[in-house]
């Protein structure tokens, strides 16, 4: 494997464990502090079992999305509120498309990747949390409509 795919592959699972603590914020009312270092200390390339093992995660693309997602949570609501429909808020979504949707809110405010690579990078998470659903066609549209408003002269 090259450096270059290691980096990338550390990177997506960054930002799959930021989805995942981001989720866990808000289920289980814990500050991002405590969630962060859970995360580090205990998923970062850890195994389940004897079988699965857990990705190593980029852990300065991971405390940025999760310091991103929380400092600027009202901003990116606002952005996702206007790409749903107006009798859906976000309130109202899935939990776990919320947090899906704020660590890429982070991740497309944050400005330093290019935003159809953020914008592909969260439709596979999508696809990892319903595989069988219409969610990741739906991720998409919601990520394209925040991509263009966070960053618009990306697609000029």
Partial sequence: MTDRTARRQMRSAARLYAVQAL???EASDSDSETVRREFETHRFGRGYDEVTELAEGDVNLFRALIEGAVAR???????TDRALVAKWPI????PTL???FRAAGAELVIGETPPRVVVNEFVDIAHAFYPEGREPRFVNAVLDHMAREARPEAFG
Avoid: C, E, P, V
Wanted: proline fraction near 0%.
């Fill in 98 to 100: 919320r947090a899906l």
């Fill in 23 to 25: 989720f866990q914020m």
């Fill in 91 to 94: 309130d109202r979504i899935d």
């Fill in 73 to 79: 949570q009202a901003k990116i609501d606002q952005m």
